[in-house]
């Protein structure tokens, strides 16, 4: 059983652009913001935008003042003219390659050549298109349409950047068999090109297809019509809810999607998929693993691991305090931010949402009650231990509380909660069995620390560029949002180097007390999950958390037979 994800599936770089631009506008602009139409052909990204105060409008409605954002299809330089008329602000997202497409229009038109689009007349890219050609352009859907045009001047072909790459080139070949002078522009998408041909090579390999996005999204419906024409079993779904019982008795599954899904769906729909799968034994092992992963057990069983393993390095003989006060802090303090998500979790794990809502009852309780229990045994343990987990118990609480003095809370800082919560788990799992036993750091206790800081703040990363798309939804601001993508994932690629660094170190000068090579074994597990992520091998929810919080206790499980 197997779902396989595509790895070209998802937003464009043109729709991403037209995304991310609307959202940075949504920061700044007070008020309603309009887009010049639907800004893509997902109604569930519609829907969190309207919620947002992103509103669809046509020209006529633009209001003096109004802030309105072209999306990446493209206009009619009219429409263009008739927003400015009107005392709009404009912000022109259309895709650069879109762009370049109207330019070639309206060049071949200036020369008094026949501009002929091979697409869908209907769809807004093509309108805007046409209108670029000046009245020299007309639109053909299919070959039958293209054959039997007349034309009396040179023309050009060219396509919808989402037009079925072969399908063009059928038309193409038969429009200079007909018409020899034509210039045939390729204009069809790289990004839609690969699409396609990666959706065909999947639906060769696996039993069945499943296509996410948007119905009345063409290139969607294209890349669904385009796996039926190889007689695959395709489901054509928007989310998750709509997979039908049949499509989780197929043996290997594949998923793509088109331009305008963004990644929190697709992923939702493999997790579903997946689910569906799983049925007997592997069922039962499945829901106890979501039920692990879902009530941060596993994010404690992980601290545990990591406990253990820092007593081993630093050569403490394991003790009750020294097991229990780093698992019980680090679990309450999941468990509540888990809690203080709720909006993002929506969008990016609705099934974790789901989990935390239904069990609310004991869950937050237990979280209390292992914070309370973690800083009661801390003080037991050590007065200096004891103030140290209230100090953080205190900090943690006033995180969302708005500072006098500075007049935001911590949590208003971009980044802020992932380097909180890496310092915590560097502090619990280094600091705690040093000051514990000797009251002071020693060397080794600061060694561990540093790696363990260095790969939590990597653990934090993966996480927040898997959720990247749905944070920026909500107007979180991770790092990955803050910094961009490249940096994060440079910085990422540092804290591992240093993690790998230290760990090396330490190895070579026997700086560790016992099992020191096992340190080494965290930067390449993260390297191996921020792979298995960006080779979509795993997309997120239960199996990427499972693989990220999984290596601990089984390193700590070595480190006792070493
Ligand atoms: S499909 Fe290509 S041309 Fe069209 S918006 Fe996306 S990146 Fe731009």
Redesign the pocket.
């Known amino acids: 059983m197997a779902v396989k994800v595509s790895r070209t599936a998802g937003f464009?770089?043109?729709?991403r652009r037209a995304m991310e631009r609307t959202l940075a506008e949504r920061r700044d602009v007070e008020g309603t913001l309009y887009t010049l139409g639907p800004l893509i052909h997902n109604p569930q990204v519609l829907e969190i935008l309207k919620k947002n105060g992103v509103v669809p409008v046509g020209t006529d409605e633009v209001r003096c003042g109004s802030t309105v954002i072209v999306r990446?299809?493209g206009v009619a330089p009219e429409a263009l003219e008739a927003l400015k008329e009107k005392g709009a602000l404009v912000i022109n997202a259309t895709?650069?390659?879109?762009g370049r497409i109207q330019g070639m229009a309206k060049k071949a038109s200036g020369e008094g050549k026949a501009v002929i689009i091979v697409g869908d007349r209907d769809h807004a890219?093509v309108k805007g298109i046409l209108g670029h050609a000046r009245g020299a352009g007309l639109c053909v859907s299919s070959l039958e349409e293209a054959v039997a045009l007349r034309l009396d001047r040179p023309a050009i072909l060219l396509a919808q950047?989402?037009f079925n790459e072969e399908e063009y080139e059928a038309i193409a070949a038969a429009m200079v068999r007909r018409f020899p002078g034509i210039e045939v522009l390729h204009t069809v998408?790289d990004?839609?090109s690969r699409r396609q041909e990666e959706a065909r090579r999947m639906a060769a390999d696996c039993d069945a297809m499943v296509v996410v996005g948007g119905k009345n999204s063409a290139?969607t419906m294209r890349l669904a019509r385009i796996i039926a024409s190889l007689g695959k079993p395709v489901f054509a779904v928007e989310d998750e809810t709509e997979l039908p019982p049949e499509a989780g008795r197929f043996r290997r599954v594949g998923v793509t999607a088109g331009?305008s899904t963004p990644n929190w769906l697709i992923h939702r729909v493999a997790e579903r998929l997946t689910e569906m799968q799983a049925t007997g034994v592997a069922g039962l092992l499945w829901k106890t693993l979501a039920f692990l992963v879902r009530s941060n057990l596993l994010t404690g069983l992980s601290a545990l691991g990591l406990a253990l393993l820092s007593l081993v390095w630093q050569g403490f003989a394991p003790a009750f305090a020294l097991l229990s006060v780093p698992p019980l802090y680090l679990f309450a303090v999941h468990v509540l931010n888990s809690f203080s998500e709720a909006r993002a979790q929506e969008i990016n794990e609705p099934a974790q949402r789901l989990f935390m809502q239904r069990h609310r009852r004991w869950l937050m309780p237990l979280a209390w009650a292992a914070l309370a229990l973690a800083c009661a045994i801390a003080f037991l343990a050590s007065p200096w231990v004891g103030l140290l987990t209230l100090s953080a118990t205190v900090l943690g609480l006033l995180y969302q509380v708005r500072l006098p003095v500075a007049r935001l809370s911590l949590a208003a800082i971009p980044g802020s909660k992932d380097l909180f919560t890496a310092g915590a788990w560097a502090v619990f799992i280094g600091w705690v069995p040093a000051l514990t036993a000797m009251r002071e750091l020693s060397q080794r206790s600061l060694l561990v620390s540093g790696v363990v800081f260095a790969m939590m703040m990597v653990r934090a990363l993966a996480h927040d560029m898997k959720d990247l798309q749905g944070d920026r939804m909500v107007g979180k601001e991770t790092l990955p949002i803050y910094l961009g993508q490249g940096a994060s994932r440079a910085l990422g690629a540092l804290l591992i180097a240093v993690a790998a660094g230290l760990g090396a170190w330490a190895v070579a000068g026997g700086r560790f007390a016992a099992a020191g090579p096992l340190v080494l074994v965290l930067p390449l597990h993260a390297l191996l999950y921020l792979w298995l992520f960006q080779s979509r091998r795993v997309t997120g929810g239960i199996a990427f958390s499972a693989v990220v919080d999984g290596c601990c206790p089984v390193l700590a499980a070595l480190a006792l037979f070493i």
């Open positions: 464009c770089m043109g729709v990446a299809h895709c650069p390659k879109v890219e950047t989402t998408c990004a839609t290139n331009a």
